[in-house]
């Protein structure tokens, strides 16, 4: 089994929490909310304030390719003054929990642009990972029970966003979140050759409201060999019907993917941007206790550049291994 773990860390010493946190304390001043339009205008420039050295070190994790998240460790959430996790992601929330949402955009914007989904949680930029009753054995982030399947985000769309930014709050039992890298070498050559062809079907999630596009055929891997790029989906993706050779590879890569997904559990400050080129996502299953105390993860989806994820500037989808 591959166990490549590319999670570049940067651990921020306490000074540099205070900073951040202080920062983010300004900005929670200043502006209405961690998504108002006004905050979204400023903040890739307010968060050169943050500390240098964090700052350097995801720079240079910016421009790995290879690398399958970055990972800043050490903010500060106080517990104390965070509301209960809230039993549904409508729920209003603490000024401590609306702080969080200003600590992550502005360590997001260190890597890009925010950018969200109208027909996913309300049109929100800011949304929240947390066990919803009733959800538990659903296929989408809400769930607990059962596993979340590995994915890469929104993997249905050409404007999926290149990180999937998480910034934890609670992870009481420690519940991993999972990633899986691909290996085209390690691939027989046939199926290597069809995977990058545009041959595969990946429906929307059940995190949208449906039918909100008809899914387009597309390749499931691109991009060099040693850092290959991934759109595909466990639960979403499949071969268009009829090609029995693109759905013998497909089940080829899913079964890679499966050897090699490695649980990585968040702690309370820790922020994660999982590189959605890269590598897929998921979440081990666990058991949500409805107390006010269960895992809860806030989220924002990023674009490198977001020229190009606007409709009509596709991302580059049809490199080829090379
Ligand atoms: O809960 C997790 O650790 C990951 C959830 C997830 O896949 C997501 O929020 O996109
Ligand atoms: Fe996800």
């Not at 500390?51 to 910016?62: E, K, L, S």
């Not at 309300?122 to 959800?135: F, K, M, N, S």
Request: proline share 6%; net charge negative.
């Amino acid at each position: 089994m591959l166990v490549n773990t590319r999670v570049v860390r940067i651990a921020l010493d306490r000074e540099e929490a205070k900073l951040a946190r202080a920062l983010a304390l300004n900005c929670a001043d200043e502006y209405l909310a961690a998504d108002s339009p006004e905050f979204l205008a400023e903040v890739n420039v307010i968060a050169h304030e943050l500390p240098v050295a964090p700052r350097r070190a995801v720079n240079r994790a910016r421009l790995d390719d290879g690398k399958h998240a970055v990972l800043v460790t050490g903010n500060i959430v106080r517990d104390d003054l965070l509301n209960d996790t809230p039993a549904h992601w409508r729920a209003p929330q603490s000024e401590e929990a609306r702080l969080s949402g200003f600590t992550l955009m502005l360590w997001a914007a260190l890597l890009g642009d925010a950018i969200a989904w109208t027909t996913q949680q309300e049109g929100r930029i800011l949304t929240d990972v947390l066990p919803v009753a009733g959800h538990e054995q659903t296929t989408v982030s809400s769930s607990s029970r059962k596993e979340l399947s590995w994915h890469t985000e929104d993997a249905f769309s050409p404007y999926r966003a290149d990180y999937v930014g998480l910034y934890c709050l609670r992870n009481p039992d420690r519940t991993p979140t999972t990633l899986a890298a691909a290996d085209p070498l390690a691939l027989p050559g046939w199926a290597c050759e069809a995977l990058t062809q545009s041959r595969f079907l990946t429906r929307p999630d059940d995190a949208h409201d449906q039918d909100v596009t008809r899914p387009e055929t597309g390749p499931v891997l691109t991009g060099p060999a040693d850092a290959a790029v991934l759109r595909i989906d466990r639960d979403c993706t499949a071969a268009v019907p009829g090609d029995e050779e693109a759905r013998a590879a497909l089940e080829l890569i899913f079964g890679q993917l499966d050897a090699n997904l490695y649980d990585f559990a968040l702690a309370p400050g820790d922020v994660i941007f999982v590189d959605n080129r890269n590598v897929v996502h998921g979440r081990r299953p666990f058991r949500a206790r409805y107390d006010g105390r269960d895992r809860w993860l806030r989220r924002v989806n990023v674009a490198a550049d977001l020229r190009r994820t606007r409709p009509g500037r596709r991302s580059d989808d049809d490199r080829r291994i090379g």
